[in-house]
T-cell receptor, first 112, second 113 residues
Framework: AQSVTQLDSQVPVFEEAPVELRCNYSSSVSVYLFWYVQYPNQGLQLLLK??????LVKGINGFEAEFNKSQTSFHLRKPSVHISDTAEYFC??????????FGPGTSLSVIP | DGGITQSPKYLFRKEGQNVTLSCEQNLNHDAMYWYRQDPGQGLRLIYYSQIVNDFQKGDIAEGYSVSREKKESFPLTVTSAQKNPTAFYLCASSIGQINQPQHFGDGTRLSIL
């Protein structure tokens, strides 16, 4: 069965510092990988996606993620965070029309 | 602008009452989904529909029902059989390819009176 693990439930980081949010998955079939961001009382917004090709994927708001097949990871990074990045971040793995597995989320808090 | 509209934003249910959450999309997407989100948890799939007049149960369908009479609309009914309905409900849609992301509405927060 597929699963998604986000190792850190909460990540506090100072403004302008770098951040990495970790995501690991398990799947016996090919996967498509996504990172979403959720602001309070809102829906999820796509940050970036990995479908194939280059393992380094760039997304919106200065975020990027690297797909590592051997480690089954898809970690999200940003070199310098802003207050506005405070939100919940979800990693998701898709293997079929109905199988989109979301991780439990990581709450990023940016400290001024 | 194209998007997904969920209404109402907040909803209260009395004991024994059925309530219906609305989801409308103008993205011309074939597939639509309903998720439930509880604090500290990821999203759990309730129902999904790939085409009009067809839908499939997700992981937690008990106590919920849906219909898909129009491509644009996918309403979710939370029945009285759902004993713990308090949650944030998210509707999503996507085009009919598995390598494409889902687009989400802004959610409906359901609470019990």
């Amino acid at each position: 069965a597929q699963s998604v693990t986000q190792l850190d439930s909460q990540v506090p980081v100072f403004e302008e510092a770098p951040v990495e949010l970790r995501c690991n998955y398990s799947s016996s079939v090919s996967v498509y990988l996504f990172w979403y961001v959720q602001y309070p009382n809102q829906g999820l917004q796509l940050l970036l996606k990995y479908l194939s090709g280059s393992t380094l994927v760039k997304g919106i708001n200065g975020f990027e993620a690297e797909f590592n097949k051997s480690q089954t990871s898809f970690h999200l990074r940003k070199p310098s965070v802003h207050i506005s990045d405070t939100a919940e971040y979800f990693c998701a793995v898709r293997t079929s029309y109905d199988k989109v597995i979301f991780g439990p989320g990581t709450s990023l808090s940016v400290i001024p | 602008d194209g998007g997904i509209t969920q209404s109402p934003k907040y909803l209260f249910r009395k004991e024994g009452q059925n309530v219906t959450l609305s989801c409308e999309q103008n993205l011309n997407h074939d597939a639509m989904y309903w998720y439930r989100q509880d604090p500290g948890q990821g999203l759990r799939l309730i129902y999904y529909s790939q085409i009009v007049n067809d839908f499939q149960k997700g992981d937690i369908a008990e106590g919920y029902s849906v219909s898909r009479e129009k491509k644009e609309s996918f309403p979710l009914t939370v029945t009285s059989a759902q004993k713990n309905p308090t949650a944030f409900y998210l509707c999503a849609s996507s085009i009919g390819q598995i390598n494409q992301p889902q687009h989400f509405g802004d959610g409906t927060r359901l609470s019990i009176l």
